[in-house]
């Protein structure tokens, strides 16, 4: 499931629900979280084909929520090439220019008027269940058009990206039957990838939130039971650190990071095929401008996916 936001209300679309498998599991629902209503409802269905394991990672810009790839049987070789974006408050969902290169489980993030789609695999059969990808994608938002991007100094799939200070910050993953603790980074401004300190544990489908300089790598995959790792980097001092673990270990997540908390809804436990509707918020500095890592819970009921 693509998870992301606009304001205070934080969307969820496609996905594999364990409340569809009457229907093939991967579907095209719309679901809208209302944080301060703590409630949740459905927004007009997601353009066909149903599907699952899109691209990873916080794809809003202004009042447009993006919905990039995936795995299909309604895509050609089972990876789709689809770009979809849905308007909040309009409740309307419109298709793109398709990207240049099918997969699924590729991680994403915004950078200015640009989204770039980095790695993912050439099938959809689960995390680290097909060959990783190098390819770097730029979309355009204004013109709606794809152009290439240097490629990843290693092919990876199911990482995840965050955007700051111009950079994107591409973090773990997987390819050829490894879990990766790589952290790189991504200047558009010369078209270039760098090192930083690696992650403590490495792990595939985690989510990356983000307040201020630092960036929190929670949850994900690493072969065995999910994980509820939360390690925080800190930017400024290329350094980790530990945080309070996520109640609900999971892969596959989505995240949205709004003001001085990160969500993460949906997933998978205990592993792919096996959703949960488990939504959860950290506040990484209670009672800010303290610090100290904490967390508290949501309490919103939605269909979890992966």
Known sequence: MTVGGVGEVIVGAYGFSRFSRLVGGDQRLTRLYRINRNSWSLGAPAPAPSRGEQAYGETTHGDFFYVIGGRSGGCAGGVCDNVERYHVARNTWETLTPMPTPRAAAAA???????????????????????????????????????????????????????????????????GGEFLDDVVVYD?????????TPMPTARASLVAGHLGDEIYAIGGWAGGPPLDVNEVYDIESDSWSTATPIPTGRGEAGVYSHGDRIYVVGGSLPGFGAATDANEVFEPHPGAPGHGHGHDRGHGHGHGHD
């Not at 100094?153 to 111009?166: F, K, Y």
């Not at 558009?188 to 930083?196: F, G, L, Q, V, Y």
């Open 109 to 175: 993030a915004v950078r200015g008027d640009a989204i770039y789609v980095i790695g993912g695999r050439e099938g959809g059969d689960g995390p680290c269940g097909a060959d990783a990808l190098d390819v770097v994608e730029r979309y355009d938002i204004h013109s709606d058009s794809w152009s290439t991007a240097a490629p990843l100094p290693r092919p990876r799939s199911d990482a995840a990206a965050v955007e700051h200070g111009g950079r994107v910050y591409v973090f773990g993953g997987c390819a």
């Open 188 to 196: 558009p401004e010369d078209d270039t990838w760098s090192s930083k």
